[in-house]
């Protein structure tokens, strides 16, 4: 069982940054690829970002890429996704997610363990 816990979410304005984090419970949490994704109000989760299980591949929502950074350090068992030039669109609850797989995929059913979420408000 992998517990995760996401932190870092606020109220920031159009333009600006916030950094999320994802804590693990569990030293498996290295052996496998890790995800965030973010739910907006009335619509279905959608993928934001993946990395795989040693960090060498990442992969990013067509919406965030040049703007979102994924990474992970596994001697911390953490996860972070660095979000530059926020915009309203991109107000959600996010979550990070551990996959079943080494490489990380854009599905959220390729995913069995989650976090609870994290709310980001960008205002504009």
């Known amino acids: 069982q992998v517990q995760l816990v996401e932190s870092g979410g606020g109220l920031v304005q159009a333009g600006g940054s916030l950094r999320l984090s994802c804590a693990a419970s569990?030293?498996?949490?290295?052996?496998?690829?890790m995800g965030w994704f973010r739910q907006a109000t009335g619509k279905e989760r959608e993928f934001v970002a993946g990395?795989?299980?040693?960090?060498?591949?990442?992969n990013y929502a067509a919406s965030v890429k040049d703007r979102f950074s994924i990474s992970r350090d596994n001697t911390k068992n953490t996860m972070s996704l660095q979000m530059d030039s926020l915009k309203p669109e991109d107000t959600a609850v996010y979550f990070c997610?551990?996959?079943?797989?080494?490489?990380?995929?854009?599905?959220?059913?390729?995913?069995?363990?989650w976090g609870q979420g994290t709310q980001v408000t960008v205002s504009s």
């Open positions: 569990a030293r498996s949490f290295s052996t496998v690829a």
């Open positions: 990395i795989s299980w040693r960090g060498g591949t990442t």
């Open positions: 997610a551990a996959a079943r797989t080494r490489l990380p995929s854009g599905w959220p059913k390729e995913y069995d363990y």
